[in-house]
Structure formats: structure tokens, C-alpha cells
């Protein structure tokens, strides 16, 4: 299994560098081999900047996957639409690492691991694939092409998020001046911070630590919506702040 995971890795980066989608070259047997791919892909890349982590329920598994070095971009961001596959945007709450924890085998509980949290932020995750034909695929394979990130956006601070209503939070999504999404809640975990910290745990026991800098994005709010190039977009949640793209046409 290890030649196979090692062709996976150097599948993925292929298409990382020609810019050219490939499809999966075997089925992925369980989570380690996903993880395995993950993990090969950012080692050949630099450090990670961070993670993404899921959970379509309060109380589902969490689906991890690693934030590649560069993936971390300022608001306003400006990317070349013209040289993705797809342009998906998604607005979500995300936070910054303020204190290394080492990687160790034991258990990092939930105060340990809020207490390595610092600010929270307005973050619009842009999505694109590695990978041709990705609504057929397996979604263990869209997890190994770190469930098709291509960068992390960072808009506004947000500074005592321990004391919000996740639930209540208002979230918008605006494209050219249309808003698209304008409602209450939306994210499927309902509160970011159990993934969060879900999320602390496994990269400390599984993935090598979490380091100051790097930031976690906790999933969408809003679902995944695609735009063609052209499009300008702007993630808020109402009175804590927001995040904007553009997406050269």
C-alpha cells in the first residue's frame, strides 16, 4: 500500500503543478490511507498554514484536511478565475492558533485546546479540485485532495467569540451586488467550536501539533455556491465582520 499512496501523492501534486485534473488512481481502502495522501501532499509542499474541519451534524465525525502552505490569503483577495476549474465560495468562522501545542500521543482535552485558540475571523474558503469528475467520486478521494481547498480568505477579527450565539449568528453572501444568502445559522455543526477543538486533538495525536499562526476553518455557513470568473464576493456575518474575494475573469 505504501508504492500506492506514494503514486497518489505524486498524482496530486502533478496536478497540482500542470494545473490539469486527474482521476483517482485506485480505491482508497480506509481514513489512514487518506490521511497517508494528505499528509505526503504538504510534506512535498512546505508547512501547513492551518486546517479545515467539518461535520454535517453536532454530533457527527469530523472530516479533517490540511490547509497547504499559501493557502492563508488577506481580504480583500484577488484570484485568477480563469485558472480554476471551479470557483466554489463558502463563508465560515474561523480561528487563529496563538500557542503551539507538540504533537504527543496523549489526548488534548477541550480547555488545553481553546486555551491554544486566539482570535476567531471571517473566513471565505474558495474551493477548486485537483480531481476530473469529482461529483462521481468517492468522498473518501475528494477528502485526500484536502476536500478540494485551494485558499483560506481572512477577513475581519473577531475577538471574544467565546461569548457568542452560534445559533443566532446572521450570515450573508453577497456576489455582485446580489445577495445570494441572507439568513440565520446555517452551519451544519452548529457550534464551529466543537470541531474546532475536535480538530486540536487529532492534528496534536495524528498529525504533528498545531503551530502559533496557523488557522482552523470550521465549515460553511452558507453551502457551497460556484461562480463563474468575473465575480466579486463578500462573506458577512452581520456586526462582527466580513471577507471579500475577487475572482478575475
Known amino acids: 500500500m505504501t508504492s500506492d499512496i506514494s503514486y497518489a501523492v505524486r498524482t496530486l501534486l502533478e496536478a497540482r503543478r500542470s494545473g490539469l485534473q486527474v482521476a483517482p488512481p485506485f480505491a482508497l481502502p480506509d481514513r489512514d490511507a487518506v490521511y497517508a495522501v494528505q499528509d505526503g501532499v504538504a510534506e512535498a509542499t512546505g508547512p501547513v498554514a492551518g486546517w479545515k474541519v467539518g461535520a454535517r451534524t453536532p454530533t457527527a465525525e469530523p472530516n479533517p484536511a490540511p490547509l497547504l502552505a499559501g493557502a492563508l490569503v488577506p481580504s480583500p483577495a484577488t484570484f485568477d478565475g480563469r485558472a480554476m476549474h471551479m470557483i466554489g465560495v463558502e463563508v465560515e468562522i474561523s ?3 496563538a500557542r503551539d501545542i507538540a504533537a504527543r500521543d496523549a489526548p488534548v482535552g477541550r480547555d488545553e485546546a481553546l ?9 471565505m474558503e474558495i474551493v477548486d479540485t485537483r480531481l476530473a469528475n469529482f461529483q462521481q467520486l468517492d468522498p473518501e478521494w475528494l477528502l485526500a485532495d484536502n476536500q478540494a481547498n485551494h485558499a483560506l480568505v481572512v477577513g475581519g477579527s473577531i475577538a ?8 443566532g449568528l446572521k450570515v450573508k453572501l ?18 464551529p467550536v466543537r470541531p474546532l477543538a475536535w480538530m486540536i486533538d487529532h492534528a496534536v495525536r495524528r498529525r504533528g501539533g498545531v503551530r502559533k499562526g496557523q488557522a482552523i476553518t470550521t465549515g ?30
Request: proline residues 3%; aromatic residues 14%.
Open 95 to 97: 480561528f487563529h492558533i
Open 115 to 123: 486555551a491554544a485558540v486566539g482570535d476567531a475571523f471571517v473566513g
Open 160 to 167: 471574544n467569540w467565546q461569548t457568542l450565539d452560534w445559533a
Open 174 to 191: 453577497v456576489v455582485d451586488g446580489r445577495t445570494i444568502v441572507d439568513q440565520t445559522g446555517g452551519l451544519g455543526a452548529v457550534d
Open 220 to 249: 460553511s455557513w452558507t453551502g457551497l455556491r460556484y461562480f463563474p470568473p468575473g465575480t466579486r464576493a463578500r462573506g458577512e456575518f452581520v456586526g462582527l465582520g466580513a471577507v471579500e474575494a475577487v475572482f478575475r475573469g
